[in-house]
């Protein structure tokens, strides 16, 4: 029986493409860099890229400079945050299923190629009122990023469960690796950075258009382990 849900973040359980599109050209501005739209940054984030990653992949050759890299970084980074409590918002039903989730005693975790330390990977759940629900958060400053499964291992060791009891819902390619990887059933969200196409080349255990169908794909999931139980 699934006793824990554990979730990406960035165009999972929020959607963030608006302001990571304009902290992205706020920080390549600095270098005078033609802005990027978001049509352009979207298929990058579906890749599961880090922040540097895609600045490598779309300026390969102004970005061979570390120290450039990391200025761009940074001032993305600072922008980001101010842009956040306006243009980062909740995807549609995440709240109303992760609600669902606790009272039905599944534990909930979160997975996120952020690396965010200590109490500030907490500060955005906390101000879209859903950190109560979360039992464990990991981001890449604690385990390596995805498709490595480290951080999904010590997201189900916090939430005291093994492989086989979580699925893990994810909306890239590379976060479906990484559920494969750890042993865990895999959810693919087509969420508008990645389509039903690309994410069903990896094999999930089921794609969804929306987290809505999460909570009918549980029951099923449970359903079929009841009549395997009373078929023993």
């Keep these: 029986m699934v006793k824990g849900v554990i979730f990406d973040l960035d165009q999972t359980l929020i959607d963030s493409l608006e302001a990571v599109t304009e902290a992205f050209n706020a ?3 600095l270098l005078r860099l033609k802005p990027v739209p978001k049509e352009v940054l979207a298929p990058c984030l579906g890749k599961g890229l880090s922040m540097s990653d895609m600045l490598l992949e779309l300026y390969p050759s ?3 400079e570390e120290q450039k890299l990391q200025t761009c970084q940074s001032e993305i980074r600072n922008v980001y945050l101010q842009l956040e409590p306006e243009k980062v918002f909740l995807k549609p ?6 609600k669902h989730l606790k009272q039905r005693g599944i534990k909930i975790g979160v997975v996120t190629g952020r690396r965010s330390k200590k109490e500030s990977k907490w500060l955005e759940l906390r101000r879209l009122s859903i950190h109560q629900y979360i039992d464990s958060m990991v981001t890449a400053a604690e385990a390596p990023g995805k498709p490595v499964p480290d951080g999904l291992i010590k997201c189900m060791g916090e939430l005291g469960l093994y492989p086989e009891e979580c699925i893990f819902v994810g ?6 690796i990484a559920g494969e990887k750890a042993g865990v059933k895999t959810v693919a969200l087509c ?5 039903k196409d690309t994410l069903a080349e990896q094999g999930p ?3 969804s258009d929306d987290l809505n169908s999460l909570i009918s794909y549980l029951s099923k999931l449970e359903s079929t382990e009841e ?6």
């Design 227 to 232: 009549y395997k139980h009373a078929n023993i």
């Design 205 to 207: 255990d089921f794609v």
């Design 93 to 98: 039903g995440a709240k109303r299923t992760i």
């Design 191 to 195: 969420s508008g950075v990645s389509n």
């Design 27 to 29: 920080g390549t501005a």
């Design 62 to 64: 102004v970005f061979k």
């Design 171 to 176: 909306d890239s390619q590379l976060d479906i």
